[in-house]
């Protein structure tokens, strides 16, 4: 499993943040473990947060630098791909993850990465945060985006 030599969390403090979680809508059960460990971590923090759905994962980048933009303080980007037998796979995984990556840069905010690239259902089953799943990459991409958000907010001063 990739979670191996993960840092061990620690609480969080995030009160006065802004974070938009933005998720896909396809692989339902996936997305909505996804949702519910990013939702966890991030009222556990005090953020204030909300849940904007989008079509896919392709459509990821553009509504998180849309949300960045209008103030929030971090995105939480959740999405799930999984290969099938066309190229498709490799195209929408490189758009979403250059596409997000461009974000963080060009908004100079964090954008916590929740997007599975998956060979299976089971693998995407394994890492959302259900019961029964080994990780739990909702709740990691939430950490993530509220731990550098918070470093920025400390290094701007």
């Known amino acids: 499993m990739s979670g191996h030599g993960a840092p061990e969390e620690q609480a969080l403090e995030a009160t006065g943040l802004e974070v938009v ?10 997305t909505d473990g996804l949702i519910a460990g990013a939702e966890r971590v991030l009222t556990a923090s005090g953020a204030r947060w909300r849940l904007v759905r989008v079509p896919g994962s392709f459509e990821l980048p553009v509504a998180c630098k ?5 103030g929030a303080d971090a995105v939480v980007a959740l999405g ?8 498709h796979f ?15 840069l060009d908004t100079g905010k964090p954008v916590g990465f929740g997007v599975l690239t998956l060979d299976d259902e089971q693998q995407g089953l394994d890492r ?13 991409a939430a950490s993530a985006a509220v731990r550098t ?4 907010r400390d290094l701007r001063g």
């Open 128 to 140: 959302a945060g259900l019961p029964g799943s080994k990780e739990d990459k909702g709740a990691e």
């Open 66 to 70: 849309t949300a960045l933009e209008a």
């Open 80 to 87: 799930v791909i999984i290969r099938g037998g066309t190229p």
């Open 90 to 104: 490799e195209y929408v995984s490189s758009a979403a993850t250059d596409g997000l990556t461009r974000v963080a």
């Open 149 to 152: 958000a918070l470093v920025l």
């Open 21 to 30: 979680i933005v998720a896909g809508t396809w692989h339902d059960v996936i």
